[in-house]
């Protein structure tokens, strides 16, 4: 069995989308108004690990598309880039969606979509841990298509015969309509009271779109 080392040293990986449709069915925040620097220092400090590092990794809008989110995601990337955070972004791919409504009716809108961006976290994950780079990978998402991650770190973990964690951090609350971390992780609920306390003093949004 691995000895469990007495430092646990920490990379953070954020899904800025997941986390933010996570925080609004929790909380009813409509935008995303997190700090990822403090929700995993706040974590970390928590469960006594080390944080060494911070990723992060969201799909943005084009311009042309949807000028708020990339207006807001632009400002504010640029600013985690500013405080050491590593920033990973992809530009949403759209499609038309045709949805039933009640009436009967057909409706078709434009949609955008994410691509590539839990594989990207999956692949960085990974690769961090073959490299030794961390003994606990610390997901600020609840996408399950990560579960395939967690469990080829197990197998990392058993070739390298040492100890690594896995764990999933998210909103949770009585509004929240999930509240099950990543299968196979450690799951980490952050409460109203944890979250308020990471609050960005900044706002990216565009000025006058602000309430």
Same mark, same amino acid.
């Given at each position: 069995?691995?000895?469990?080392?007495?430092?646990?040293?920490?990379?953070?990986?954020?899904?800025?989308?997941?986390?933010?449709?996570?925080?609004?069915?929790?909380?009813?925040?409509?935008?995303?108004?997190?700090?990822?620097?403090?929700?995993?220092?706040?974590?970390?400090?928590?469960?006594?690990?080390?944080?060494?590092?911070?990723?992060?990794?969201?799909?943005?809008?084009?311009?042309?598309?949807?000028?708020?989110?990339?207006?807001?995601?632009?400002?504010?990337?640029?600013?985690?880039?500013?405080?050491?955070?590593?920033?990973?972004?992809?530009?949403?791919?759209?499609?038309?969606?045709?949805?039933?409504?009640?009436?009967?009716?057909?409706?078709?809108?434009?949609?955008?979509?994410?691509? /590539?961006?839990?594989?990207? #976290?999956?692949?960085?994950?990974?690769?961090?841990?073959? !490299?030794?780079? &961390? *003994?606990?990978? %610390?997901?600020?998402?609840?996408?399950?298509?990560?579960?395939?991650?967690?469990?080829?770190?197990?197998?990392?973990?058993?070739?390298?015969?040492?100890?690594?964690?896995?764990?999933?951090?998210?909103?949770?609350?009585?509004?929240? /309509?999930?509240?099950?971390? #990543?299968?196979?992780?450690?799951?980490?609920?952050?409460? !109203?009271?944890? &979250? *308020?306390?990471? %609050?960005?003093?900044?706002?990216?949004?565009?000025?006058?779109?602000?309430?």
């Amino acid at each position: 069995m691995p000895a469990e080392p007495a430092a646990k040293h920490t990379v953070a990986f954020f899904d800025g989308q997941n986390l933010f449709h996570a925080a609004r069915g929790a909380f009813g925040y409509s935008w995303p108004n997190y700090n990822p620097v403090a929700l995993a220092r706040s974590v970390c400090a928590d469960k006594g690990w080390h944080l060494i590092a911070v990723r992060f990794y969201t799909g943005i809008p084009d311009a042309a598309d949807n000028a708020f989110w990339h207006h807001f995601w632009t400002h504010k990337l640029a600013m985690l880039g500013r405080q050491n955070v590593h920033v990973y972004s992809r530009s949403l791919r759209y499609r038309n969606k045709r949805v039933r409504l009640p009436d009967g009716t057909a409706h078709t809108f434009l949609t955008g979509e994410e691509k /590539g961006v839990d594989v990207r #976290i999956a692949l960085d994950v990974i690769r961090m841990a073959h !490299r030794r780079a &961390y *003994d606990v990978a %610390l997901v600020f998402s609840q996408d399950q298509d990560l579960s395939e991650a967690a469990k080829e770190i197990r197998e990392i973990a058993y070739e390298q015969n040492r100890w690594i964690k896995v764990a999933s951090a998210f909103p949770v609350s009585p509004a929240a /309509g999930n509240r099950r971390g #990543i299968n196979g992780t450690d799951w980490i609920p952050m409460r !109203r009271g944890t &979250y *308020d306390t990471c %609050l960005d003093p900044r706002d990216y949004r565009p000025k006058g779109s602000r309430r």
